[in-house]
């Protein structure tokens, strides 16, 4: 088992930024992958962005040059760094935690994120 908290989420105005902190424990190895999703009022859940274990980064088109996703295996953290936010922004975001020696996918709770004037 894995488990995620995530913490740094709040209101923000327009073109301002946010850090956003996931801690991970339990079953953690280098290999697997981690992330960021976010759902949105009335949509659905969406990768935002996503670091492998051999440290490939993949960006949603939405977030390009705007975020950073960053990971520090010793201390089983994933950050996410969100700057030039807009109101299409807004959302939960929630960790995520890919463990390949069984497949499962684990999950934070999510934190809320308000970009608005």
């Known amino acids: 088992q894995v488990q995620l908290v995530e913490s740094g989420g709040g209101l923000v105005q327009p073109g301002g930024s946010l850090r956003l902190s996931c801690a991970a424990s339990?079953?953690?190895?280098?290999?697997?992958?981690m992330g960021w999703h976010r759902q949105g009022p009335g949509k659905q859940r969406e990768l935002v962005a996503r670091v492998s274990g051999g440290g490939n980064v993949y960006y949603a088109d939405s977030v390009k040059g705007r975020f950073t996703i960053s990971r520090d295996k010793a201390k089983n953290t994933l950050t996410l760094q969100m700057t030039s936010l807009k109101p299409d922004d807004t959302a939960a975001y929630f960790c995520?935690?890919?463990?390949?020696?069984?497949?499962?996918?684990?999950w934070g709770q999510g934190t809320q994120v308000s970009v608005s004037s």
């Open positions: 339990g079953r953690i190895f280098s290999i697997d992958d």
């Open positions: 995520s935690y890919h463990q390949w020696y069984t497949n499962q996918d684990f």
